[in-house]
C-alpha cells in the first residue's frame, strides 16, 4: 500500500466517527430547549402552590417531580432534541459555549419581546370603558385645563332616605377641625 493511499484510509477512519457523531446542537437551540424547560418547570412548581420540597409529603414529591420529568420530556419532544444529546452537549460545553447560548438566550427574549410588542400595536384599537356601567359612569381622566367637574345629589338609581330615617348630615366644606381633648377614649 502506498503512503498516500495509507495516509488516506486513515484520515478517513478519524472522520468518519466525527460525522456520526459531530452534529451538535446550536446555541439557538440549546438557549430554547433550556427556556422552554425552564418555563415548564415554573408551571409545575406554580401548580403546586410554589411550595418547598421540605414543605411536600413525601407522596407529594414523587408527584411534582413525576410531573416534572414528564414536563421536560414534552419540551424535548417539541424541540426535536433527546434528553441523551441534550445531556451530552451541555455537559462538554465550557464557557465558550455557556456564553453563547446565554447571548442566543437573550436574543430569544428580545425577539420575543418584539413580537409581543407588534402584537399589542397591530391590534390599533384599545377599549376605554368609563366608570361601571353605561348608566353609570366614571370619568378617570379629564382634559388639561378643565375645571374639575363636581356632581351634586345622589347618583343615578339612587333614592333618598326613607320615610322616618333621619338625612345624613352635611358636611362642611374645608378642613376638618377637631375639638381638644374630644377625640380621647377611656
Request: glycine content about 10%.
Amino acid at each position: 500500500m502506498s503512503r498516500r493511499l495509507s495516509i488516506l484510509l486513515f484520515s478517513s477512519w478519524l472522520a468518519v466517527p466525527g460525522l456520526a457523531f459531530g452534529e451538535g446542537l446550536t446555541p439557538e437551540q440549546l438557549a430554547r430547549v433550556r427556556r422552554d424547560e425552564k418555563a415548564a418547570e415554573a408551571k409545575v412548581q406554580a401548580a403546586h402552590g410554589n411550595k418547598k420540597p421540605s414543605e411536600l409529603s413525601a407522596a407529594e414529591r414523587r408527584q411534582m417531580i413525576q410531573e416534572q420529568q414528564d414536563a421536560i420530556q414534552e419540551v424535548m419532544d417539541k424541540n426535536g432534541v433527546s434528553r441523551k444529546d441534550y445531556a451530552r452537549q451541555t455537559a462538554r460545553m465550557g464557557p465558550k459555549g455557556n456564553a453563547e447560548v446565554a447571548a442566543a438566550e437573550k436574543a430569544l427574549e428580545a425577539k420575543d419581546k418584539a413580537a409581543k410588542g407588534t402584537q399589542e400595536q397591530g391590534s390599533g384599537e384599545i377599549q376605554i370603558q368609563n366608570g361601571f356601567s353605561e348608566a353609570n359612569p366614571v370619568t378617570l381622566e379629564e382634559q388639561e385645563g378643565a375645571p374639575p367637574t363636581v356632581e351634586e345629589g345622589l347618583p343615578a338609581g339612587e333614592e333618598g332616605p326613607a320615610e322616618g330615617e333621619p338625612a345624613p348630615a352635611e358636611a362642611e366644606p374645608g378642613p376638618a377641625k377637631s375639638k381638644p381633648g374630644g377625640s380621647r377614649r377611656k
